[in-house]
């Protein structure tokens, strides 16, 4: 146990759905991050926030957008996703981003059906 | 070039034996290097970081560092079947080294 709550651990949704997945940390830290990890290639990392303010897009798609509203939660939601976005998305944590270790929560299995 | 490059293996190594993984990178800049553990159908869990050059130990693992050779690995002595994983190497890149960066994992088979 990490201290970093992801939920749901799955989700099934249609391409016309909108859903959002939650972090959840109460470690003290102050960056959250989100990957998607999908089968066979490496982690990806999509976003990065820092003491609430985002400080990477790394280039994900405007069907993804991510939310902070405080240092202790991060959504990304949801909408018109594609088959090829299933994977496992993953939120991690650390102090300040940059600097110490992170880490992860369980995940969310996502398909898109 | 990929920011950060790792073998993918599988890499198979007989019970009590050394493995040793290696992963290098490309931002000359990067401070801070981790490696995590991955079982199958689970999520990334840390077991060593390093941040100078040089040797650090912990337990059975060792990770190594050369900044100048961009190449970090991991060493693992006594090697246990319960070892078998994929190992992530993973480097903070960007401008404000922001950007925890993961290699695509090296799987590591220990066979008893």
């Known amino acids: 146990e990490t201290g970093v709550t992801q939920t749901p651990r799955h989700l099934v949704m249609g391409m016309t759905n909108k859903k959002s997945l939650k972090c959840e940390q109460h470690?003290?830290?102050?960056?959250m991050y989100w990957y998607k990890q999908s089968a066979k290639k490496p982690l990806e990392l999509m976003f990065v926030y820092n003491f609430k303010e985002q400080t990477e897009n790394n280039s994900v798609p405007s069907r993804f957008s991510p939310e902070c509203p405080n240092s202790s939660h991060l959504f990304l939601h949801l909408h018109t996703l594609q088959p090829e976005d299933s994977a496992l998305y993953l939120c991690?944590?650390?102090?300040?981003?940059?600097?110490?270790?992170?880490?992860f929560g369980q995940g969310t299995r996502l398909t898109v059906v | 070039q990929k920011e950060v490059e790792q073998n993918s293996g599988p890499l198979s190594v007989p019970e009590g034996a050394i493995a040793s993984l290696n992963c290098t990178y490309s931002d000359r800049g990067s401070q801070s290097f981790f490696w995590y553990r991955q079982y199958s159908g689970k999520s990334p869990e840390l077991i060593m970081f390093i941040y100078s050059n040089g040797d650090k130990e912990d337990g059975r693992f060792t990770a190594q560092l050369n900044k100048a050779s961009q190449y970090v690995s991991l060493l693992i002595r006594d090697s246990q079947p319960s070892d078998s994983a994929t190992y992530l190497c993973?480097?903070?890149?960007?401008?404000?080294?922001?950007?925890?960066?993961f290699g695509g994992g090296t799987r590591l088979m220990v066979k008893p």
């Open positions: 993973a480097v903070n890149i960007g401008e404000a080294g922001n950007m925890l960066t």
């Open positions: 991690a944590s650390r102090q300040e981003a940059g600097l110490l270790k992170a880490f």
């Open positions: 470690l003290g830290h102050n960056a």
